[in-house]
């Protein structure tokens, strides 16, 4: 069995508001941010 074979993907929608809280509190997006930059003319709507 190759290793493509044996991969398996599960809908984890129930769990993105956890997801979402540890990211936030961890602050993975600062730390992107900060390694990429902000464009200044990004638009970002909920």
Known sequence: ??????????????????????IDEIGIVEVINEKLGVDNREKITA
């Open 1 to 22: 069995m190759s290793l493509i074979e044996s991969i398996k993907v599960k809908n984890l929608d129930e769990y993105k508001g956890i997801v979402a809280g540890l």
